[in-house]
């Protein structure tokens, strides 16, 4: 009898600590250092103590060896779920850190969860912790169980002894992470601009490829490390899949259209979104080529 009671007191606090926890997430992401009101740092706190106040209970005297979960037998430990990793224990809810609500990280956690046959809220929160060194630091305080990671912090992560849940190079998956967006009216009003924008990129790309040193100069300043191994992996991983002349691909644009929510994008063209006519005018004119040429 303890337990249906402890349970129905743990289900009538959960959407309460929920509110709290994205109360939290909310006022973290509207901190503006010194300038935040003192008041306003301290509803922050309150509703995060607030979403991690849990219920507990002992553990009776009485001896449970097993239970049924579904047609199984589980055999009962003592081990604490928050200390299992995390992709041992799908049946339990999990915090997941990301960037920010509608990133990329967000699309990650949802798809890869959904490949599990898991859903975002009913069997993880999914948390926006800003970046990437705040999901670690949350990691390493025990605030989240999960994260989604790039290099080279996946490779900090794993030196503190976290292991990878899901790796995407796994998954049959083509997304973009990021693109150069436009509206169609101002690129045919700004051709000019347009063009320098996309002479940019490229050059900005042909950069990485040639100037090891500066892009992992880069690598450091956004990802806050300066440790050699960790460049030199997260480098190595990114040349590998760099495209010198990065044509946009329907397929990527393609997994964005299915995953979203709008009814139109069910039955939109990817190929109406795409304007390759920039690209293909720097190829023509040997703009591309000439960034490579002595570099090889």
């Known amino acids: 009898m303890k337990y249906p009671i402890f349970q129905a007191k743990n289900d009538l606090f959960l959407p309460i600590r929920e509110a709290a926890r994205f109360a939290a997430a909310w006022v973290r992401a509207c901190d503006i250092g010194d300038f935040t009101p003192p008041l306003f740092r301290t509803i922050g706190a309150a509703n995060e103590i607030f979403a991690e106040a849990k219920l507990t209970h002992h553990r009776p005297d009485f001896d449970i060896p097993t239970v049924r979960v579904g047609n199984r037998t589980v055999t009962v430990t003592e081990e604490s779920a928050d200390d299992t990793p995390f992709g041992t224990l799908l049946h339990f809810r999990k915090d997941i850190g990301i960037s920010q609500f509608g990133a990329t990280t967000d699309f990650i956690t949802r798809y890869v969860l959904k490949q599990a046959g898991m859903e975002a809220r009913r069997d993880a929160d999914i948390i926006p912790m800003g970046t990437q060194a705040n999901n670690l630091a949350a990691l390493q305080a025990g605030t989240i169980h999960a994260a989604v990671l790039a290099p080279p912090t996946t490779l900090k992560a794993k030196k503190l002894g976290f292991n990878p849940v899901a790796d995407m190079a ?3 998956l083509l997304f973009y992470t990021s693109a150069l967006l436009a509206k169609r009216s ?12 996309v002479r940019g990129y490229v050059a900005g790309v042909a950069m990485v490829h040639n100037n090891r040193q500066a892009a992992e100069a880069a690598l450091g300043k956004y990802s806050d490390t300066s440790d050699k191994e960790l460049l030199d992996a997260s480098y190595e991983a990114l040349v590998k899949v760099l495209p010198r002349n990065p044509v946009p691909q329907a397929a990527a644009l393609q997994t964005g259209l299915d995953e979203n929510a709008n009814p139109a994008a069910k039955t939109a063209d990817p190929k109406s979104f795409i304007d390759a006519s920039f690209l293909a005018r720097l190829q023509r004119e040997g703009f591309i080529d000439a960034l490579y040429k002595g570099a090889e």
């Open 170 to 172: 796994d998954y049959d």
């Open 186 to 197: 101002w690129v045919a009003a700004h051709p000019g601009d347009a063009l320098n924008v």
